[in-house]
């Protein structure tokens, strides 16, 4: 069982650039979200979604795009890349939207020059 | 929003001590979850719970719901347990976004 998979794990991008982490998930699980991880702060919300074809932002959105074309896929795209977006990502899921045990894949580093 | 405070930020430690990280929030919760993060890697959750003790292997998790504060406890610690605990609370009514996340603890233990 692979539970959440994230790819790349690195990354490095030229400002500008436009690049999609991917994230799948083989749970049947409706609730995934993207989270990202900047030094001396808690994880911060995304974009997340409750289910196939809905989505919806979190805390910070700006400058990601997401889709949730089937149940166990969920991309983040990043349109324009910026320095302010480099962090570490994490996608997660759970069964439910309002609860439940929370699965996190590996994590992206991603650097934008 | 709910905030969620940790304590220590950092902790040093020698192998075999009792270790104990805090957790306390400011607003009634669901639910709060105890996740693991080893350097350079994924996260892992503990525990999830809402009232009570929990136990698994050498660690133990403890929520006071009406003192808003939860434990993470870790007997006979090892090396192995070097990494970042975070606290994440769900607030209930809260939503799909609904969870609110700690700073973290940085633990390390020295053999």
């Known amino acids: 069982n692979a539970g959440v998979t994230q790819t790349p794990k690195f990354q490095v991008l030229k400002t500008g650039q436009s690049m999609t982490l991917q994230c799948a998930q083989d749970?049947?699980?409706?609730?995934m979200s993207w989270y990202r991880q900047d030094p001396g702060m808690g994880l911060r919300l995304i974009h997340y979604?409750?289910?196939?074809?809905?989505?919806d932002q979190g805390e910070v959105p700006n400058g990601y795009n997401v889709s949730r074309s089937t149940t166990e896929d969920f991309p983040l795209r990043l349109l324009s890349a910026a320095p302010s977006q480099t962090s570490v990502y994490f996608c997660?899921?759970?069964?439910?939207?309002?609860?439940?045990?929370?699965?996190f894949g590996e994590g992206s580093r991603l650097t934008v020059l | 929003k709910n905030e969620v405070e940790q304590s220590p930020q950092n902790l040093t430690a020698q192998e075999g001590e009792f270790i104990t990280i805090n957790c306390s929030y400011s607003?009634?919760?669901?639910?709060l979850h105890w996740l693991q993060q080893h350097p350079g890697g994924g996260i892992v959750s503990l525990f999830m719970?809402?009232?009570g003790k929990k136990k698994h292997g050498r660690l133990i998790a403890t929520i006071n719901i009406q003192e808003k504060h939860s434990s993470l406890h870790i007997t006979a610690s090892h090396p192995r347990d070097s990494a970042v605990y975070i606290c994440?609370?769900?607030?209930?009514?809260?939503?799909?976004?609904?969870?609110?996340f700690g700073k973290g603890t940085h633990l390390i233990i020295q053999p």
């Open positions: 997660a899921s759970s069964y439910s939207p309002y609860g439940g045990e929370l699965f």
């Open positions: 607003v009634g919760i669901s639910a």
């Open positions: 979604s409750v289910g196939a074809g809905i989505t």
């Open positions: 749970m049947n699980h409706e609730y």
């Open positions: 719970l809402s009232s």
């Open positions: 994440a609370v769900r607030s209930p009514g809260g939503g799909a976004d609904g969870l609110t």
